[in-house]
């Protein structure tokens, strides 16, 4: 098996390991986290209430391994890229250098909240301090999803376009479009189930 094939399986692998790190983040033990619920503190007081915080900083430490090992993915297909059209392999490239330092960052700090929440005790004074919380460190989810942004455009032109050896239907599996096909489902982890389907078509065709 060949080192690209290595890495686009270590990226699914990332992928779904980081879609269950979601997942321990939004199914509560008495419900689904909604960001709606952090208007009223009595709903997202019973949605948590019986949660451990060791979930959600065992989420953030598990979610921290899953993008070192999708890391490799996206550098592959970089260098993949750079036979094709350089361009837009640095642009993929400038896509990944945001989509790794900013989406390490919103994924701790997606934890941080549940966990200080846990630990203050679910009252509303805990609520303000998370709601602070989120509201100052939200640069990081807005500079996350540009580097996915950057980087799913650079894929998909060169593909579509016929400048690569993929055929043009294979412009689907990329990241953009998954996601958005998996929006709608309204699932947790949506954006790495739609990563993991981008990197099993593409391993299955390269």
């Known amino acids: 098996m060949s080192a690209m094939k290595v890495m686009l399986l270590m990226a699914i692998a990332g992928h779904l390991l980081c879609g269950v790190t979601d997942c321990m983040m939004t199914y509560l033990p008495r419900g689904r986290f909604r960001f ?3 208007k009223d503190n009595q709903r997202l007081s ?3 209430e019986g949660m451990s915080p060791r979930q959600p900083l065992l989420a953030m430490l598990l979610g921290c391994l899953a993008m070192c090992l ?3 993915g996206y ?3 970089c260098d993949w890229m750079r036979v094709y059209s350089r361009p837009c392999a640095l ?3 400038a896509g990944c250098a945001l989509l790794f330092t900013f989406g390490m960052a919103h994924h701790v700090l997606c934890g941080a909240p549940e966990w200080l929440y846990v630990r203050l005790g679910r009252t509303q004074q805990a609520l303000e301090i ?3 919380f989120i509201r100052k460190t939200s640069l990081t989810m807005f500079v996350c999803y540009l580097g996915f942004l950057i980087f799913g455009v650079a894929l998909f032109i060169p593909v579509v376009s016929g400048a690569t050896p993929l055929p043009q239907w294979a412009c689907v599996f990329n990241i953009l479009p998954l996601m958005l ?3 709608p489902l309204r699932v947790g982890g949506a954006g790495n189930w739609a990563g993991a389907v981008m990197f099993l ?3 299955s065709l390269l």
């Open 70 to 72: 999708f890391f490799f």
């Open 181 to 183: 096909a998996f929006m």
């Open 91 to 93: 642009l993929m490239l």
């Open 201 to 203: 078509g593409l391993l």
């Open 36 to 38: 709606e619920d952090m």
């Open 75 to 77: 550098m592959a297909l």
């Open 46 to 48: 019973a949605a948590f």
């Open 130 to 132: 998370i709601n602070e």
